[in-house]
């Protein structure tokens, strides 16, 4: 019994075949965070903290948990007043912490296969990481762009806000690289009454379109403009995050009645709720209408540490994943829209209890839906062989979305795919010892899992 | 690495001994669907559409979710005008989709094993499989009596409405053959105001049994009446499909005006709700004095495509389980009948999170509780593998009730048994291999989970 | 395939280097519910049914299930007038009932491991099993300070009421022995407006401390004193249970109305929810002050059966548990103490779907809260199995406490502790065989879950 290298999952002797066949093929992002800024400008990353540690919730709350301040991980702080490697020093004496987590396999699939790092991390060998990181994002080699392309990204999809000028898209568009970066069109802030920039954005969103978003048939149109600029920039999809999901198809007149009254104040919890559900028909319906694929996040309660949200504000470690009830919070939407064969609605939950009661069976019935790989702390070894348990039997394997990495963590992407790779094979490995079905069908599988079904989802082939 | 034989589920070595010992114990079917009158008239089966794929919700919500019309399947569509080679052919090209798929298990075990068929059902083998298949049934060993005799059955249950006549089953049984089947007494319709049958069901109750039905002491009598009738045609169990679990033990005056106002309009939700919750008691109640065993299906939400449902009706493959309260939805019943040493009632559920939180505790306690068998999408491999690792460790094995097939694909019965039993050894070979106990306890508890069990909790030994 | 040594769980041939690593290292049992007067009277154990069927609810309800009356094990009957024999003889008449169950493998191992016993038990070897435990039970070194000593028993902790005199901790105390046993402040009784004892114990606390318990900051003040007087007999932690989890931070002065309220007549449900919502935040600020361990209990569902009950009293088998929000339940407490990194909570649920969906993000984020271990019927093969498999990934080991066997059955401590370490040994060479970690790693994380993590979290070291 040796200790295994730095960060390779091991896989049952079986799945090797399956995992040799996919390990290579270009990874298709079609989700996740990553700054469209980092490739329109191409600077180098300012250094290891800032890189790995500083804007990675993974990483900083697992350390909070543990009792670091985030002060001392320079968060709330100026980048130039930071001490990055006093902050990559904490990070490698509490290094044992993550032992266990998908974080630490990232990380160190990051180390091993992105900087060539072969002994293990360490309080002694912090610094020798730290300067051999920094050395290394100082070369050309390690900008944005050539990143990109060492790692073989297909394609990689942004998250931007309704309002987004889409300007560092466009800058890519208009440069002579040739990386793939899309936009996706996440308009929470001017859909959701209770999001706290509702009413500027409202503004802002009657600025940029010319249209009187305190008329709701004008603020229909102000949205369907927005869309179809992201669309004319590569967007292929929408995105939107819902705590507890709920919709239903209030009339226009009670819609232009809350539209009003919400311009004015923040409405209240039922009528917020009211106002949102209806809108996410409505955007279902634009998605109809302009081919653009709708994917909702729903069940993460935002920000529970007030606290800490009034100091630094969201995304700050304390998003708690609550129970969801996707049957009858989608229904009224599914029955508006759920029969069209030519939509396509992507979910995503944090309750794996929803996965064999509620999502397997609606996927496996709607036309329209695809379910979304595990999302967030279930993008794990344990969590991705729970979902294809508790998934595949009821949905299928063609109802699902493939992968994506959903991250900000511009370095761990290739250790993400790698892990999702590696779970696909050790599940298909088990499906053909179990006798389900051969190699053939196996390696078939793989590839769409890897792939295919992705491309097939978000609608990205030969766009 | 070769495909496995087609329809065959691998074992752990250690649990073949186990499998070999309960393979060919004859079928007990405590719990399904089949038509009674197959068997009364045993006319042929009409064609291989008819038999495997139109019937199924299982197949044809898979051919949906991908695209697939119903219409193009002959749902909807009288048999005359159906084109049945077609809509296997349809099915045969989309066969991929099942992969993984309890239903690709039990169809590949049903041509593997009934229909003799050896190579891979692809659309260019789809013609000699429907061609094969249609003349086997028109021989007289694929008529329903010879299946039901090489099959290995022996007893059938069917599912039959209160109001039934039992027509069928009379025939069956003043016929020479010997086949056991037998009703199931489901008075849903007459008990559960929600229910769009309750009013002329509620008239015809009253016409069939005499008894003046809008009176509610006379209403029990009728009920009575009723359960005594399928009794003498040999019923051992009722059962009951709720939607939310909840029962309460109100006044009789308050069921009788609650009953008065059911009879002239639908009763709004909070009232049914009362209504079927007090009328859940009275069943279990009934059930100790006349020794039927009382089955609980609860948490399926039906018919959630509206859609779908105004056009072809019920059980069109958009029922989707929801989470289910059992501890506070049955104490008012349990605190009621649950001491009783002449009770038994079998649960039945759609949400697996309650197996060890609730049912394995409940039925580790209160002497009249037996678990079921996992139910609908959870009859599946992993299915029964869950339900195994989370109720045994609490619930034990006497608190279980065995193994029920559920269905109305008549031909899915060996190949549904044969997957249980072959989960069966691979739990109890796991459980060896831990050392929880040893071959000679396995293989007892082996034929208890195939056979004894079921006997047992249904009542169906020497009647 | 032989029948396995009784009580033994085999291990993967890579675990058992970690459990041969962890076998021998003392216990902590850092919470349960021995009874201290044991130890300070260190009298004899009545007989083998008094102390090892009839005070384990594990077992009982088990029998009640299948249809064994609780008179007839004795229950309610005071000892003199019991037939212990008799009882031991039901008992081992259904034996195999238990089979797959937790309860077989503690008792197996006790059989075992303490009372010497090889054969197996049945119904023909009930008695020689009876005689050899009875003559043991008549040793020196079955007295409960030799066996607290023979098994190896660093401390252990009980739980006792708030206003428990402690005089059998006292007791031991002053004894000469140097066995480490310290009580745990248990409280509910006088914080719970629900609990049928508050009013009578609002009394006692009023004369026990002096203080005026109608006024609430008098109230406070006599808790306060309690819990300096459990500090003083060496408690280092409080227990608290409750139904629903829901804390808030209502006023004082609605405080003070209720309290008044409450020592007159019982509250409503809500007025007793949000009573002891309050308190529960107040505990939280005394355990800051006097660095009391907080420990809650959440999800029991308590005495479903209202005729036990009435007839035995709490306690009984018929506590199930039910679906907990955590996350919106401890919101209010954790936003007013939470980040205090003076505190320490530790979580127990009874509901497994809180574990990756709720309680490791949050156990991975606030500094103050920890993960208790697999709790009641989860302490269990699969329940340790399925708990390392959810939290682990999201709150790292650290993030834990370790074990506690939580259990009033003495002799099944060791047992309890073997299981556990044997789970622990199976996860972390399952961990090694997929490459997550080395060995090295996991023996200090064996080493961790076995005793120091319970060590710290209770903060047991030193004192």
Request: net charge negative; proline share 6%; glycine share 6%.
């Amino acid at each position: 019994m040796t200790n295994a290298p730095m960060g390779t999952i091991h896989l049952p002797a079986h799945a090797d075949t399956i995992y040799q066949h996919i390990r290579d093929i270009p990874i298709v992002s079609p989700h996740g965070h990553c700054d469209p800024s980092w490739f329109a400008k191409n600077t180098a990353f300012r250094d290891p903290a800032e890189l790995l540690i500083i804007p990675d919730h993974y990483v900083f709350r697992m350390l909070y948990s543990q009792g670091v301040p985030l002060e001392s991980l320079g968060l709330g702080t100026p980048p130039e007043e930071r001490d990055p490697r006093k902050i990559f020093k904490i990070f490698a004496e509490h290094w044992n912490r993550f032992l266990g987590t998908p974080s630490r396999q990232w990380l160190e699939h990051t180390f091993t296969n992105v900087f060539g790092l072969t002994e293990p991390l360490t309080p002694k060998t912090a610094d020798h990481y730290y300067d051999l990181i920094d050395a290394k994002l100082k070369t050309p080699e390690f900008r944005p762009r050539a990143l990109f392309e060492s790692f073989g990204l297909e394609v990689l999809a942004t998250t931007d806000g309704a309002l987004d000028s889409l300007t560092h898209h466009a800058a890519i568009q208009n440069s002579d690289w040739q990386g793939r970066i899309i936009p996706t069109f996440r308009p929470d802030t001017v859909l959701n009454p209770a999001s706290p920039d509702f009413i500027p954005h409202m503004h802002q969103l009657a600025e940029m379109t010319g249209e009187d978003t305190s008329s709701f048939k004008n603020y229909l149109s102000a949205l369907r403009q927005c869309r179809a600029a992201f669309k004319a920039a590569g967007a292929t999809a929408t995105d939107h995050a819902i705590t507890e999901i709920y919709t239903e198809q209030i009339s226009d007149s009670d819609m232009q009645a809350l539209l009003q009254k919400a311009l004015n104040a923040p409405l209240d919890h039922a009528e917020a709720t009211l106002f949102y559900g209806r809108m996410l028909i409505d955007m279902a319906q634009m998605s109809i209408d302009d081919g653009l694929v709708m994917q909702i996040h729903a069940g993460s309660y935002r920000s529970t540490n007030r606290t800490l949200f009034k100091r630094f504000g969201n995304d700050m470690g304390a998003d708690i994943p609550i129970a969801v009830d996707w049957v009858r919070g989608l229904a009224p939407l599914l029955n508006k829209v759920g029969n069209n064969p030519d939509l396509t609605i992507i979910l995503f939950t944090l309750d794996e209890t929803t996965y064999a009661r509620e999502l397997a069976p609606m996927a496996g019935h709607w036309p329209c839906l695809r379910l979304g790989p595990p999302w967030w702390f279930h993008d794990s070894l344990n969590g991705i062989a729970r979902y294809f348990d508790a998934v595949v039997e009821t949905a299928g394997y063609w109802n699902l979305a493939g992968f994506n990495d959903d991250t900000r963590a511009f370095l761990s992407i290739p250790a993400r795919h790698d892990l999702w790779r590696r779970g696909v094979a050790t599940h298909l490995g088990t499906q053909i010892s179990r006798g389900l079905f051969g190699q053939s069908d196996a390696l078939e599988i793989a590839r769409l899992l890897t792939r295919d079904l992705a491309i097939d989802a978000y609608r990205l082939r030969g766009v």
